[in-house]
């Protein structure tokens, strides 16, 4: 069965950083581009990033550029998002999803909260 | 980037009732085009991919349709677990843009 289980997420201040972590099962991860998507509370989904199977090629929305690392590390079968420079618009449920056609797994989500 | 829409942003309706959702897309996406379904405190479940193709144990209720700029999604006869809120996505690009959303509530 495949699993995606993201941790990591807190409340953070204005300006501080967290890493959010994401645990793959149950498939290959090895064959599969993942992403990082968000929602924030009430509203949307928006993509922000992707990285390649075998990280040579990540994406970066607008909104997080310059500020968020997108990472994995197929050893431990694991993804990451270094998040940096955090803002109060980055309060979201933090979402990693497995890029089959297009996105067909997705983890239960990890709250981030950004405020003083 | 390529903008995404979609209407309605609400529609309400009938258990049984035949429904559409349209999602437009700012320049071609070819047939690039997914919809996902999504209940309150849930991650969003893929439905359709590839405009017209049902992921697997998706009832065939379901179907979309479309190509190029306009698409749609339609529940033929609606069944109380569709009451949730509809995302059209394109993936024609790396910036995997997703329409606002659509809630299907009660009437």
């Known amino acids: 069965e495949v699993q995606l289980v993201e941790s990591g997420g807190g409340l953070v201040q204005p300006g501080g950083s967290l890493r959010l972590s994401c645990a793959a099962s149950?498939?290959?991860?090895?064959?599969?581009?993942m992403n990082w998507v968000r929602q924030a509370p009430g509203k949307g989904l928006e993509w922000v990033s992707y990285i390649s199977s075998s990280s040579s090629t990540t994406y970066y929305a607008d909104s997080v550029k310059g500020r968020f690392t997108i990472s994995r590390d197929n050893a431990k079968n694991s993804l990451y998002l270094q998040m940096n420079s955090l803002r109060d618009e980055d309060t979201a449920v933090y979402y990693c999803?497995?890029?089959?056609?297009?996105?067909?797994?997705w983890g239960q989500g990890t709250l981030v909260t950004v405020s003083s | 980037d390529i903008q995404m829409t979609q209407s309605p942003s609400t529609l309400s309706a009938s258990v049984g009732d035949r429904v559409t959702i349209t999602c437009r897309a700012s320049?071609?996406?070819?047939?690039?085009l997914a919809w996902y379904q999504q209940k309150p405190e849930k991650a969003p479940k893929l439905l359709i991919y590839s405009t017209s193709t049902l992921d697997t144990g998706v009832p065939s209720r379901f179907s979309g349709s479309g190509s190029g700029t306009e698409f749609t999604l339609t529940i033929s006869s609606l069944q109380p677990d569709d009451f949730a809120t509809y995302y059209c996505q394109q993936y024609n690009t790396y910036l995997f843009t997703f329409g606002p959303g659509t809630k299907v509530d009660l009437k």
């Open positions: 320049q071609s996406i070819s047939s690039w």
């Open positions: 149950g498939f290959t991860f090895t064959d599969y581009t």
């Open positions: 999803a497995r890029e089959g056609i297009p996105f067909d797994y």
